[in-house]
T-cell receptor
Framework: IAGITQAPTSQILAAGRRMTLRCTQD?????MYWYRQDLGLGLRLIHY???????GKGEVPDGYSVSRANTDDFPLTLASAVPSQTSVYFC????????????FGQGTRLTVV | GQQVMQIPQYQHVQEGEDFTTYCNSS?????IQWYKQRPGGHPVFLIQ?????EVKKQKRLTFQFGEAKKNSSLHITATQTTDVGTYFC????????????FGQGTILTVHP
């Protein structure tokens, strides 16, 4: 079934540890996004990529990095996790041209202790 | 940078009452999209508005795009318990490339 997959589903992480959240899509979408969702703050854009090989910063990029080596994968890395990064993380993808919808993964619930 | 503000943050209604959420952008948008997130789920696309002043309907849901293409609204007539969830608007500053920026969302609770 075509779609977008995130892994892991949930994770408890010790502060200071490095963690990579995985995101893979098989729809051949050019644009991919990482959001974090916190109560009262909605979906905040962390990083995005308009096409393979390019990335850009969203509104809350500090403490996170991304790469886009190919069309399908868009991993998000926390170099040294802090408790304020406890959140639900959503990956999304969409076509860049025209008026197209974004498809979201199921989310990763991350707790940093 | 582009900001998308959404109000109210929370809305509690009795089943059968109407509900409206409003979305305002600091910049002119090429289009605006609406998404619904059920409790424990992920955002799912509802609709997209492109034209100035556009109005679209999906059964009991009515979506409007402002004349200046900087604001939008979602109105639900006669809410049902199946309407519960968080409703997000999302704006794109241009048609090709850009950051898909979401509003803070409105959490709707429907009491039976």
């Amino acid at each position: 079934i075509a779609g977008i997959t995130q892994a892991p589903t949930s994770q408890i992480l010790a502060a200071g540890r490095r963690m990579t959240l995985r995101c893979t899509q098989d729809m051949r979408h050019n644009a991919m996004y990482w959001y974090r969702q916190d109560l009262g703050l909605g979906l905040r854009l962390i990083h995005y990529s308009n096409t393979a090989g390019t990335t850009g910063k969203g509104e809350v990029p500090d403490g996170y990095s991304v790469s886009r080596a190919n069309t399908d994968d868009f991993p998000l890395t926390l170099a040294s996790a802090v408790p304020s990064q406890t959140s639900v993380y959503f990956c999304a993808s969409k076509e860049t041209g025209g008026n197209t919808e974004a498809f979201f993964g199921q989310g990763t619930r991350l707790t940093v202790v | 940078g582009q900001q998308v503000m959404q109000i109210p943050q929370y809305q509690h209604v009795q089943e059968g009452e109407d509900f409206t959420t409003y979305c305002n952008s600091s910049t002119t948008l090429s289009n605006i999209q609406w998404y619904k997130q059920r409790p424990g789920g992920h955002p799912v696309f509802l609709i997209q508005l492109v034209k100035s002043g556009e109005v679209k309907k999906q059964k009991r849901l009515t979506f409007q795009f402002g004349e200046a293409k900087k604001n939008s609204s979602l109105h639900i007539t006669a809410t049902q318990t199946t309407d519960v969830g968080t409703y997000f608007c999302a704006g794109l500053p241009d048609t090709s490339y850009g950051k898909l920026t979401f509003g803070q969302g409105t959490i709707l609770t429907v009491h039976p």
